[in-house]
């Protein structure tokens, strides 16, 4: 959910209110519309009015049945990682086991804003991971390292329901996804051109073949833009204003290069990505099922997440209903290499 933009953080309450309960509605005839699942991301200070996904989990896990609910991801160098086992646990048993766990390293500028440092971020992310992967396996945890030790840490309520939920990594280079491989973690990434992304995903799949693990189009997910419409014209300037938007947001990240990179994990310095055409897809609903099918059989994913404006408006609403009665299905029927 996109904020309002006001001026130095100042927002009407009202307005706030009015796009939480407008997104509210959106999420649930998600689940009318046939959507397999949502997924929240996390971001603080002006971008977004998501700085804690989890809550909005929370508010929409009882009055739907049949959505994925999930983040893209939790920001975890922003958390202590035994609070946040805890909070994800809790999430698993209101959703009734539709719960996807998503990671994210985050965005340098926000991290920057408390004096949060790319190379300690990303240093206490490595070693919140080591704690969250343990405590996905067992409520009882000890960690000795730099920034986190305890011994026997019982943590409450500790069982998730089994399986346990499926868990997601971001990934912005063939290092993190190499990395996420050998943590038994799928991935999602995004921006980049489908090359670039076929490139990142066969990394995974190699470690993955190494270790004796899974590496099917279930384990590997694709983020694009989409900028559906009747009118394909219409479809195209939207896109453009789209990119234009993402361009405004990621202004100042300095992981974003004219070439990707492939060094380990965000925030990190020299670990970039860059921003493709191909993250953009837009026209007809025929048109964009055709994009996205395509885009995900040259890759090999098998889970396309769609982001379908950055505001609440009718044209949202008109957007997600096409892609819901007229891509859905398309998507279901197309056939994904193993």
């Known amino acids: 959910m996109q904020a309002p933009h006001p001026s130095d953080g100042e927002a ?27 997924f929240f991301s996390e971001h603080h200070f002006g971008h977004s009015l998501s700085p804690s996904p989890n809550l909005l989990i929370a508010a929409i896990a009882r009055h739907t049945t049949r959505l994925r609910l999930g983040t893209m991801g939790n920001v975890v160098p922003f958390y202590e990682p035994w609070r946040l086992v805890e909070e994800l646990t809790m999430l698993d048993h209101l959703t009734n086991g539709r719960l996807e766990i998503g990671f994210a390293a985050g965005v340098p500028q926000e991290l ?43 943590l409450m309520p500790g ?80 896109s453009q204003a789209a990119k234009a938007a993402t361009l405004k947001i990621v202004a100042g990240d300095p992981r974003v290069t004219d070439r990707a990179s492939s060094t380990l994990d965000a925030p990190k310095a020299g670990a ?15 048109q964009v099922a055709e994009q996205v099918i395509d885009q995900c059989r040259k890759c090999g994913a098998g889970h396309s997440l769609a982001m379908l404006g950055r505001s609440i408006s009718p044209r949202r609403r008109e957007s997600l209903a096409l892609f819901g009665e007229e891509v859905i299905p398309q998507m279901r029927r197309a056939q994904i290499g193993s």
């Open 272 to 286: 970039g990505f860059s921003l493709h055409d191909d993250d953009y897809i837009a026209g007809t609903p025929a």
């Open 159 to 238: 069982v998730f329901l089994q399986p346990a939920p499926p868990k997601w990594t971001t990934v912005v280079s063939t290092g993190s996804a190499q990395k996420s491989a050998q943590r038994r973690s799928k991935i999602c990434t995004g921006f980049e051109s489908v090359s670039r992304i076929s490139e990142i995903f066969d990394v995974y799949r190699s470690e993955c073949d190494r270790l004796g693990l899974p590496a099917g189009p279930d384990q590997l997910a694709i983020r694009r833009n989409i900028s559906i419409s009747r009118d394909a014209a219409e479809a195209r300037e939207e």
């Open 12 to 38: 009407l309450s009202g307005t706030v209110s009015a796009v939480f309960n407008e997104g509210y509605a959106f999420w649930l005839e998600a689940e009318r519309l046939g959507f397999e699942g949502i």
């Open 112 to 154: 920057q804003r408390i004096g949060l440092g790319m190379e300690e971020a990303r240093e206490r992310f490595n070693e919140a991971l080591e704690i969250l992967d343990a405590a996905l396996v067992n409520p009882v945890v000890s960690h000795s390292g730099k920034y986190w030790k305890f011994e026997n840490l019982n």
